[in-house]
C-alpha cells in the first residue's frame, strides 16, 4: 500500500515521544518474534516501563499547565505560543495515559473481586476482567498512535492545485469535476476554498486550476489526495460508445506562512504583469493586474490573477512560490532519510496513480489500501472521509511498523 504525503516532525516534544515509541515499538517486536512470545511478567515489564514514561510526559503536561498561569509567560507572547503548541501536542496521549491508569485500577479491583468471590458474582469478576483487559489493549495502540510524531504542517491550510492530464477535452472535464468534488468536500467540512488561478476550457473544462483550502487541519487530510487520478467512461463526444481512459494530476502543499522558513530573495525572482484572461470576467481583463512569478534558480513559475489588485495577485503568488520552493526542500530531505525509517506508504510520487474513478461500474477504487466502493456519485459529491480515514489509519500502522523494523 502507497499513501503519497509528506510529514515534518520538528516540535519540542517530539524527540522524547519518538524515543519513547520507538523503544515501545521495539519491546512489542521482541514480544512477537521470540518463540512463544514473552512470559506474563515480561509482557507486565514492558507495559510498566511504558506507563513510567507515560507518567514522564504526563508531568511535563502538568508543569506546563503550570508554566502557561505564570505573569512572565503570559506577558512573553512567543514563549507563551511555544508552550501552548507544546501543551496541545500532548494533550491527546495523556488523556489515553490517565485512562490507562484509571482502567489498570478497575482491573486490580475486578481481580480482587475474583479472588475472594465464588459462584455468579466470581463469574461476573471473570467478564469484567475480560472485558477490561480488551480495553487496556485497545488503550495501548492508542497510545501507540498518540506517540507518533506530528506533521507540524497538518494544522495548516493546503494549495491545491489540478491538472488535466492524459485525454484532452475530456481530461479537462475530470479535473473540473475533481475540483468541484474537493469544493464539495471543504464545505463538509466548514472549509473555504480561494481559487489563485485557473485556465478553463471552452467546454467548460479546466486545464489547471490552483486554489487554497482554507480551515483548521485542511492540510492534514487534503495531503493524502495528492497523485494521478484516472477516470473511465464513455465521453459526450464518442459516437460508438467506447470507454476512454483520462487522467488529472493533484498536487497537494501546505501554504507557507510567517513559520516557513523559506528564503526568498528579490535577485531570484522576476516579476511579470499582464492583462487577465481568466475566470475573473469583464473587471479583471482591464488592468493588467495578473502576475506571473519566476523564481530564476529553479525555474518554478507561479501565476495569480484572481485578484482586481496586483499587488494581491503578488503576494499570493508569493505565497504559493514559497510553498512549493518548501516542498523542493522537503523532497530533498525526505530522500536523505533511511529508507527504513520511512513510511512505506509515504512515496511523495505524484506520477503515481492512487485512484480510479470508473463511471460504468460505479467503482472508486484507492489503488493504495485496496479500497473500493460502488458509490461514485456520492463520492464526486465530495464524500471523501471514509477514503481519507481509512488511509490515515493505513498511514500510521505503516509508520508504525518502519519504528519496528
Not at 3 to 21: C, G
Not at 189 to 214: C, M, P, S
Request: net charge negative.
Amino acid at each position: 500500500m502507497r499513501i503519497n504525503t509528506t510529514t515534518t516532525y520538528m516540535t519540542s516534544s517530539s524527540v522524547y515521544i519518538r524515543s519513547t515509541i520507538e523503544h515501545t515499538a521495539y519491546d512489542h517486536a521482541i514480544d512477537e518474534r521470540l518463540p512463544g512470545g514473552l512470559s506474563d511478567t515480561g509482557r507486565n515489564l514492558i507495559s510498566m516501563d511504558l506507563m513510567n514514561k507515560l507518567a514522564s510526559l504526563a508531568e511535563r503536561y502538568e508543569e506546563l499547565n503550570t508554566l502557561m498561569a505564570q505573569p512572565e509567560v503570559l506577558n512573553d507572547i512567543p514563549q507563551l505560543q511555544k508552550y501552548g503548541r507544546e501543551h496541545a501536542e500532548l494533550e491527546e496521549v495523556v488523556h489515553k495515559y490517565h485512562e490507562l491508569v484509571d482502567t489498570d485500577r478497575q482491573l486490580a479491583e475486578a481481580q480482587e473481586m475474583y479472588d475472594s468471590e465464588e459462584g455468579e458474582m466470581r463469574e461476573m469478576a471473570q467478564e469484567e476482567i475480560e472485558r477490561l483487559r480488551a480495553r487496556k489493549e485497545q488503550l495501548l495502540e492508542d497510545v501507540k498512535v498518540a506517540l507518533l510524531p506530528k506533521d507540524i504542517m497538518d494544522e495548516k491550510n493546503a494549495i491545491v492545485t489540478i491538472q488535466g492530464g492524459a485525454g484532452g477535452d475530456e481530461a479537462a472535464l475530470f479535473a473540473g469535476e475533481l475540483f468541484r468534488m474537493y469544493s464539495r468536500y471543504a464545505d463538509n467540512h466548514r472549509w473555504k476554498i480561494e481559487v489563485l488561478d485557473a485556465n478553463e476550457t471552452e467546454q467548460g473544462g479546466i486545464k489547471d486550476i490552483t486554489f487554497v483550502v482554507k480551515g483548521k487541519g485542511a492540510y492534514s487530510r487534503m495531503k493524502y489526495e495528492g497523485g494521478t487520478h484516472r477516470v473511465q467512461r464513455v465521453p459526450v463526444t464518442e459516437a460508438n460508445g467506447r470507454i476512454h481512459t483520462s487522467t488529472a494530476k493533484v498536487i497537494v502543499l501546505p501554504e507557507a506562512d510567517d513559520d516557513t522558513e523559506i528564503d526568498i530573495k528579490d535577485s531570484d525572482i522576476r516579476v511579470d504583469v499582464y492583462r487577465s484572461t481568466g475566470h475573473g470576467g469583464q473587471s479583471v481583463n482591464t488592468t493588467d493586474s495578473a502576475v506571473r512569478i519566476t523564481h530564476l534558480p529553479t525555474g518554478l513559475v507561479v501565476t495569480c490573477q484572481d485578484e482586481k489588485s496586483q499587488l494581491k495577485n503578488k503576494l499570493k503568488a508569493l505565497t504559493v512560490l514559497k510553498s512549493r520552493l518548501w516542498d523542493l526542500e522537503e523532497a530533498k530531505r525526505q530522500e536523505e532519510l533511511s529508507k527504513n525509517r520511512r513510511s512505506q506508504v509515504q512515496t511523495g510520487d505524484r506520477s503515481e496513480k492512487i485512484r480510479t474513478y470508473n463511471f460504468p461500474q460505479d467503482r472508486v477504487t484507492d489503488h493504495r489500501i485496496g479500497l473500493t466502493r460502488h458509490n461514485l456519485p456520492g463520492v464526486l459529491n465530495g464524500n471523501l472521509d471514509e477514503f481519507i480515514d481509512n488511509l490515515i489509519t493505513a498511514d500510521q500502522a505503516d509508520r508504525l511498523q518502519s519504528m519496528v523494523l
